[in-house]
């Protein structure tokens, strides 16, 4: 009984470590950065697609604005009780299951 409840607060950390850590840093990967959108990236891709789609302009709330906002800022307060709240149970099942 130990090792399942050992497995799922293991699965339950890599959850919330994940929501808070490595959203941030895959954002980042892609391009968006806290100077702006590298020149190049795979943000840049995205960008000139939105603004093509939307004659010259990136619409509030797409999902462009939105992981430039994160790149830039960070994650919400509200975005890291969410994220952390459903990861880390998410988790909490894979540790139960597969470790």
Avoid: C, Y
Wanted: charged share 5%; no cysteine; proline share 1%.
């Amino acid at each position: 009984m130990i090792s399942i409840i050992r497995r799922v607060i293991f699965g339950a950390t890599a959850g919330v470590g994940l929501a808070l850590f490595g959203a941030p840093a895959i954002v980042s990967v892609l391009g968006f950065k806290a100077g702006g959108i590298a020149a190049g990236s795979i943000a840049a891709k995205m960008m000139s697609a939105a603004a093509i789609a939307n004659n010259g302009g990136v619409a509030a709330g797409s999902t462009v604005a939105v992981l430039q906002s994160i790149g830039a800022a960070g994650l919400s307060a509200g975005a890291k009780i969410g994220l952390s709240s459903t990861l880390g149970w998410l988790g909490g099942i894979v540790g139960a299951k597969w470790f």
